[in-house]
């Protein structure tokens, strides 16, 4: 049965596609991507005789006929996207006609564009005791309407580091949203095609970012991050996962473990699986009556 393949290639370097990916792509007879946004390296790794098709210029009806058609011959669909294809990669409604037609699909996922940008940067988003959240967010242009509610002002509210897709071309309105609440000096990071030959990364704040992305004549193809967590300040606190005065499943309080190998093991065990061992030697003991097992 043919199935299509929804496979994110990641931010762009073509060593951040995954084996899955790669390995689909080779064997697919038919590779359909989303034009200058997927590295041709990837789309060479297709089959030297695979129908191969830039979907840049197709519209969705024509799309889903190509796949379509591949469906009836019986032939896997490589539809490689950039990124991820969980974010912002449109095919919620391609899926709606695969599933109107019984088309099998399945998604392989990818890299996504904030991961590669903060790894670039060589920042954590989750910073504790600054923000321990991350918004995945655009705004709207000349692209669909945002649903009620998602307004950056309201996302601003709480703190949380901002990953802004597809809105560099409406950072006027994005300083004056986020201004009220993050204040001027908020950093703000752009970065144009990440992990591409030709990346570059704007560093600014909200008060000046506009006009340093304007400088650097980037239009198209960029990610805004915004937040405290961005900062250069080293004074947070160390989160609780190492902490050796809150211990967890895997790192018990050194009294408990050290009971636990006097007990023989049993007290480093979480509580509900120590009930279970104590029960289980309470069952083998033998009853009145009973006779004992051999020891021969």
């Known amino acids: 049965m043919s199935v299509v393949h929804f496979i994110g290639a990641g931010p762009g370097a073509p060593d951040l596609v995954t084996l ?18 997927v590295p041709p390296e ?24 190509e796949i379509r058609a591949a469906h009836e011959r019986g032939e896997d669909v490589a539809r490689v996207h950039s990124g991820d294809p969980s974010l912002y990669g449109a095919i919620a409604e391609q899926i709606r006609r695969l599933e109107a037609d019984a088309i099998p699909y399945e998604i392989v996922p990818g890299v996504p564009a904030f991961a590669a940008m903060a790894a670039r940067l060589g920042r954590e988003l989750t910073v504790p005791g600054v923000s321990q959240s991350v918004v995945l967010t655009r705004t709207a242009m000349k692209s669909t309407a945002m649903p009620e509610g998602e307004a950056l002002a309201n996302f601003a509210r709480t703190g949380a580091t901002l990953a802004i897709h597809l809105s560099i071309r409406n950072l006027r309105h994005i300083e004056r949203e986020l201004i009220p609440h993050y204040g001027a000096d908020c950093p703000v990071i752009v970065g144009y095609r990440i992990s591409w030959p030709d990346e570059k990364i704007i560093r600014g704040t909200l008060a000046d970012i506009r006009d340093k992305v304007r400088a650097a004549r980037i239009t198209r193809t960029a990610l805004i991050l915004v937040g405290p967590a961005l900062g250069e300040d080293t004074a947070f606190p160390d989160s609780a996962l190492y902490d050796p005065a809150k211990p967890h499943l895997l790192r018990p309080r050194r009294g408990l473990a050290a009971e636990g190998a006097a007990q023989g093991g049993s007290a480093s065990l979480p509580r509900n699986q120590r009930d279970r061992h104590r029960a289980a030697g309470r069952s083998a003991r033998p009853r009145d009556g009973e006779a004992r097992p051999s020891r021969r």
């Open 20 to 37: 899955r990916a790669l390995r689909i792509i080779r064997r697919a007879p038919v590779c359909l991507y989303a034009g200058s946004l």
């Open 42 to 65: 990837v789309i060479a790794e297709a089959p030297s005789n695979a129908r191969v098709l830039d979907t840049a210029s197709m519209t969705l009806d024509e799309i889903h006929a």
